[in-house]
């Protein structure tokens, strides 16, 4: 064989080599999400905040070097208490804070939200402030404590 083939077949077993490298590096940037799951507060009132679904999303991303770097991609849905059925606030993607908290701001017609959601032993909390666009109506800013929904 000569040697520039040997070179060759060297280069493409060290090309899947690294490759396998960077993919289990990635992998194993996917950890168990405790924050992700379905959250409820059983003792909300009309107008409060009373679920919260968040999603976990490992993800890999190619730089402009090829490199692929793991990451994650965070979501959070919410509902707040009302008659005859809740009202959804949307799907937002969120981001872990500096505190390592997960952030996730809500806009709707009424009122900006945001919420900072941290786990405390088996339940969440979740600081939530809420500035109205009407003067009429208060701003909150409250702790709500929410419970892993069963099932």
Do not use: H
């Not at 990635?26 to 999603?55: R, S, Y």
């Not at 208490?81 to 009202?87: E, H, I, M, Q, S």
């Not at 405390?120 to 419970?147: F, M, P, W």
């Amino acid at each position: 064989m000569s040697t520039l083939r040997l070179k060759f077949i060297w280069l493409i077993f060290l090309g899947f080599f690294f490759s396998g490298l960077t993919s289990a590096g990635a992998q194993t940037a996917c950890f168990n999400a405790p924050l992700a799951g379905t959250w409820v507060n059983l003792e909300a009132g009309i107008q409060d905040l009373v679920k919260l679904q968040i999603i976990y999303q490992c993800t890999q991303e190619e730089t402009e070097n090829g490199l692929i770097v793991p990451g994650a991609r965070w979501y959070v849905r919410a509902w707040a208490k009302c008659y005859p059925a809740n009202c959804v606030w949307g799907l937002v993607r969120a981001r872990i804070g500096p505190n390592g908290d997960l952030q996730a701001s809500f806009s709707t017609f009424a009122a900006d939200r945001f919420l900072q959601i941290k786990l405390s032993g088996e339940k969440i909390s979740a600081q939530l402030i809420v500035n109205y666009r009407s003067a009429l109506k208060r701003d909150i800013d409250k702790e709500v404590r929410l419970s892993r929904q069963a099932g």
